[in-house]
């Protein structure tokens, strides 16, 4: 944890009422009953989502992190469903799932988790998001396994020579730049994933079965400069440019297009649409618990 994180730790915690704040240890994790965590919108995970999760919610764990990014991206889009679509990017999406597992490697059981899968199987349109809270605060190397350097284990058709040059370039260029680098090798993982999943050849679960179009989203919270003194989101969006340029030259203009970095801002925009009262309560809790640190 670096200052600038502790810093913007510290303003959320000190959000927290005081009974609350007693209970949050010095890694941030709130001590308490599952019913009674305020990270999570009303204390509880829904049913239906527990298990994509993998979380022992009778010990500390994910779920009781205030800084975890997969917990930020459930709080944000649990809500989507057949009668409470979500609009992003003007495509329509009316489903939603959780840690979605994407194999890599033909040969390997290895797989590469999205934070969130958006679907709309009437239209075959299919979002993967990746969620970042506060990691990109950070420097952290680009640090990517050696089985991404040989093209043999890609799935066929899945562009394991282009995906294996990518990596060597990144590898070359991220070794000279500070900031969130392990961001680009997720990205890299997750995008293998998907190009895995779209194959004859692929053996994991896929989204949807048959044919469809698919997007992906880096999603990445942009805090006030008065929260962090700095400017984390502008810093990732640059490493993130520079991969998409990669992207371009190695893979192609389509794919290129097809992947994005953004802020919450819209999602934001997308709630108080589906919410339109203020005084509604999961409304609220986004914006106490997220929004009222952003930037505008």
Not at 129 to 154: G, M
Request: glycine share 4%; aromatic share 14%.
């Amino acid at each position: 944890m670096n200052k600038i994180q502790k810093k913007f730790y510290e303003s959320l915690k000190e959000s927290y009422p005081d009974k609350i704040r007693s209970r949050i240890d010095a890694k941030f994790h709130v001590e308490g009953k599952q019913n009674d965590n305020p990270v999570i919108y009303r204390g509880k995970m829904a049913p239906e989502f527990e298990a994509s999760f993998k979380t022992d919610f009778g010990k500390r764990g994910q779920a009781y992190a205030i800084f975890s990014s997969a917990i930020m991206a459930y709080n944000f889009f649990h809500w989507v469903a057949k009668n409470k679509p979500i609009n992003i990017d003007g495509l329509i999406y009316d489903e939603v799932m959780f840690e979605f597992p994407l194999r890599t490697f033909k040969n390997r059981k290895s797989s590469a988790k999205m934070d969130v899968v958006l679907l709309n199987r009437e239209t075959a349109q299919v979002l993967f998001i990746e969620s970042k809270f506060t990691e990109h605060f950070c420097n952290k190397k680009f640090v990517i396994p050696e089985a991404y350097r040989d093209k043999s284990n890609y799935f066929k058709g899945g562009h394991g020579e282009e995906w294996e040059s990518i990596v060597k370039s990144c590898a070359e260029e991220m070794s000279q730049q500070k900031g969130y680098c392990e961001g680009i090798k997720q990205e890299i993982c997750h995008l293998v994933g998907i190009c895995a999943s779209r194959t004859k050849s692929y053996t994991g679960k896929r989204p949807m079965e048959n044919g469809y179009s698919w997007r992906l989203r880096n999603i990445v919270f942009n805090p006030k400069a008065e929260a962090c003194n700095d400017s984390p989101y502008d810093n990732y969006k640059r490493l993130y440019t520079e991969f998409k340029k990669q992207v371009k030259k190695q893979v192609g203009t389509k794919m290129n297009s097809l992947i994005e970095i953004m802020d919450y801002k819209p999602i934001w925009s997308a709630i108080c649409k589906a919410f339109p009262y203020e005084c509604d309560p999961y409304r609220k809790f986004i914006w106490e618990r997220y929004m009222r640190f952003a930037a505008e």
